[in-house]
Each structure stands twice: as structure tokens, then as C-alpha cells.
């Protein structure tokens, strides 16, 4: 498996254009999640999911940050407008079942990351 | 969520052990105790977690104190790849989130 895989790695835009992160997790996984950091807050949980359902969005900071995941291979995080404090590196992550069915939400899996910078 | 305490930062040579301490004073009956680490520029990676016992794997071993106030990690040989920012974390069976705090900072001379 090739693992988390997040698009794109770096994203440069100008303050108030719609941002999207993309984000593909192992197959077979049926949790995900999104996290930002920042050397002021460190890694922050955003949302995370199950079977594609939000569990809990408590971490989104304002309105202007919305995820979805429309089917168990895809999710986005977006972010409109954009502002020069969203600048972050953001994290996806997955997890799920063991190969013997036992629950392993225990360890996730993370992606490799999308900085992104808002002038 | 529980609360855990880690040292900033730790130094370590090459070939020797190391041993990242964690206290968790408020964990629960319920808490699993997890390690990950985050090599420079990439993503956290999980390196072990445990309940009550003692656990290992290629990667580590996790000593946990007898009232699980405690814990600690222990790289049996760093290497200069284990230099790291080692997280230790407390989840609830029921809520599969993890929160990550501050961690302790590795590093590892030759």
C-alpha cells in the first residue's frame, strides 16, 4: 500500500482565495483524520471520521474551515477565505480494522503533509 | 482528556540506550498509553502503545509503572535516525482521538 496520500505537498496562495487539501487514506480504513501544525499551537486534531461520517469537528477552528469525505477513498479540507494565520502544514491520517478484525484505531497513520502559506 | 507531562528536550550518543519519560498523574482506567514520533519534515509515525503491561516491538519498549502514573519509552540503541520529537499520549478506548501535547525533543550525537 502506498500509504496516506496527500495533495498537494506545498500550496502558496494570496489571502482570501479558497484553498483545498486533498487526501487519500490506506484502503481499508475506515477512520480518518485531519490535524494542523503550527509552531505556536504544535498538532491540533481539526475533524475526524468514520465510514465517512464526521464524528467530531470540535477542532475546526471557525467557519471558514469545512471538510468533507464523500466516499471512503477521498476527503477534503477547505478552507474559504483564506487568511495568512491558516499557514500550516496539515495532516492526514488514517486508521482502522487489524487483519484479524480486532478494532485498531490505536495507531494512525499519517500522510505526509500539505504546507500551506497564505500571503 | 488526560493530561501528560514530557521533558523538553533529551540528548542521547549513538549505540546507547535512551529512556523518554511521560507522566500521565490524571489517567484513567480506560486510557491507553501511546507513543508516536515525528522525524524532521514528515508526518507523525506511531511507535508503540500499551494498557498495563509492558509491551515491545521492533521499534521500542514501553515500561509502565505499576499505578500507571508513569511510563517511558526506551530506544534500546539510537541511532541518529531515532532523532525525533517523541510524543506520548493518552486515549480513551471509546473516543479514537489522540491529542497530541508538546513532546520531547531527541536529539542524537554520533
Known sequence: ?119 | DAKTTQPNSMESNEEEPVHLPCNHSTISGTDYIHWYRQLPSQGPEYVIHGLTSNVNNRMASLAIAEDRKSSTLILHRATLRDAAVYYCILSDYNTDKLIFGTGTRLQVFP
Open chain 1, 1 to 119: 500500500d502506498a500509504g496516506v496520500i496527500q495533495s498537494p505537498r506545498h500550496e502558496v496562495t494570496e489571502m482570501g482565495q479558497e484553498v483545498t487539501l486533498r487526501c487519500k487514506p490506506i484502503s481499508g480504513h475506515d477512520y480518518l483524520f485531519w490535524y494542523r501544525q503550527t509552531m505556536m499551537r504544535g498538532l491540533e486534531l481539526l475533524i475526524y471520521f468514520n465510514n465517512n461520517v464526521p464524528i467530531d469537528d470540535s477542532g475546526m477552528p471557525e467557519d471558514r474551515f469545512s471538510a468533507k469525505m464523500p466516499n471512503a477513498s477521498f476527503s477534503t479540507l477547505k478552507i474559504q477565505p483564506s487568511e495568512p494565520r491558516d499557514s500550516a502544514v496539515y495532516f492526514c491520517a488514517s486508521s482502522g480494522l487489524s487483519p484479524s478484525g480486532a478494532r485498531s484505531t490505536d495507531t494512525q497513520y499519517f500522510g505526509p503533509g500539505t504546507r500551506l502559506t497564505v500571503l
